[in-house]
Structures are given as C-alpha cells and as structure tokens.
C-alpha cells in the first residue's frame, strides 16, 4: 500500500476546498481578510538564501553530523537523508527540530526571513523567554504530519516548503 499514487487524490479539488495562493499579500491584506485562513504564500521565499542554495547535499555536506529531532529520537543529518533517500515507508519520519537554527550556530537563519506581510515580531520583546517560533521540518513523500490549525490569537506560523528534489 505505501507505493499508492496519491495524485489521483489531490488533483481535481473543488474550489470551495481549494487552498488559497498568493504570490504575496500586503499586511493590511494579511491582517483584514487572511489573518485566520489557511494560504500558500509563493514569492517572498524565492528572494531567501535558503531557498535557492539549499539541497540535500548541500544540507549534509555542511551539516551532515549535526544530529536533529525526528519523532522522539536525534538523527544525524547525514543518516536522516540516507533513511529518506531510500525509505519506502507508508508513514515515513520526518525531521521537526525547533532547535535547528541553534545547532548550526545560527548559520541556518541566514537563511530565511518572516515574510512581510505577517508584520512585526512582538514575541521579540521576550528574549530567551520567547515561545518556539522556527523548526526546520524536512522529510520524503507521505511524511508530516496531518492538516491542523495551531489555536492560538497570539501568533501566525508560516512554513517553507523548498520541494528539494533529487541531490
């Protein structure tokens, strides 16, 4: 069963279910009519470092030992691509390490900004007493977690989806 196309599954979706896409959005936009819908927002991540540098081999090659959460146990970075690479799980783990910035020295925030539209962090006041607020999430196909909302009024979470392919 774990080799099952999916496509079938996510084309041909109603409208009414569809997830809005943007290319980007102003923060009044944001704020006024999408502050508590779900969307994909696409332009702002293709200006991040990240986005056009990033890779497989580029992640392990310059972190490759550093180990990070994948479900309750640490993997190194090196053994977690290898598992990816050649997994045919129905259900694969995936990395969700909220520590990821911090492992890497704080190199791996270079790599990304908040998107404008989501305004001003005002968790910053906070200091070392911030709640989390970045996790670096990488895994195959079929892995992640399921479609959920984070009930909170206090913050919006965002996530980059690089779909880095192949090597």
Known sequence: MSQVPLGSFVSNIPAHNQILRFPDL????????YANTPFV???PIKTWRGYKEWTYKSLVSKYGDIKFRAESVD??????VAYMENQCDESPLYLFDREFVEKTNGEM??????????GKDFFEVLGDD????RWMILGPGRSG????????????????DLRIVGP
């Open 26 to 33: 102003s923060a009044e936009e944001f704020n006024n009519k």
């Open 41 to 43: 927002l696409g332009s």
């Open 75 to 80: 993997w190194r970075l090196g053994d977690y």
């Open 109 to 118: 925030e270079t790599g990304f900004t908040a998107p404008q539209c989501f």
């Open 130 to 133: 911030r709640p989390d607020h």
């Open 145 to 160: 977690s399921t479609f959920h909302k984070v009930h909170s009024r206090l913050f919006s979470s965002y996530c980059l």
